[in-house]
Nanobody, 119 residues
């Protein structure tokens, strides 16, 4: 129904920046919220940021507030995650996910993109 492809990950030095992209296809009109999640080896998956497609409202995990910015380009059906002041603790596989209208959970997920921050 909805396909998601993340890109933009890579290796950066602490204090650097990276911009992740989440390109959506399929039934993009059904998307209600797009969120970014991350998972590091040995850790649980955690919510990073989310954006409401209809109004653009955003929310962030406390750990990334002031450093990360989520945004959307409706013409391109793409959601971005601008990551600044990166820390080694940000090292993880990052995933975008979609919650549909009338939905409660994030039901569609991308394949992930790796972000590695060196000290």
């Amino acid at each position: 129904q909805v396909q998601l492809v993340e890109s933009g990950g890579g290796l950066v030095q602490a204090g650097g920046s990276l911009r992740l992209s989440c390109a959506a296809s399929g039934r993009t009109s059904s998307m209600h919220i797009v969120g970014w999640f991350r998972r590091a080896p040995g850790k649980e998956r955690e919510f990073v940021a989310g954006i409401m497609m209809s109004g653009g409202s955003t929310n962030y995990a406390d750990s990334v507030k002031g450093r990360f910015t989520i945004s959307r380009d409706n013409a391109k059906n793409t959601v971005y995650l601008q990551m600044n002041s990166l820390k080694p603790e940000d090292t993880a596989a990052y995933y975008c996910a979609v919650r549909l209208f009338r939905g409660v959970d994030y039901d569609y997920w991308g394949q992930g993109t790796q972000v590695t921050v060196s000290s």
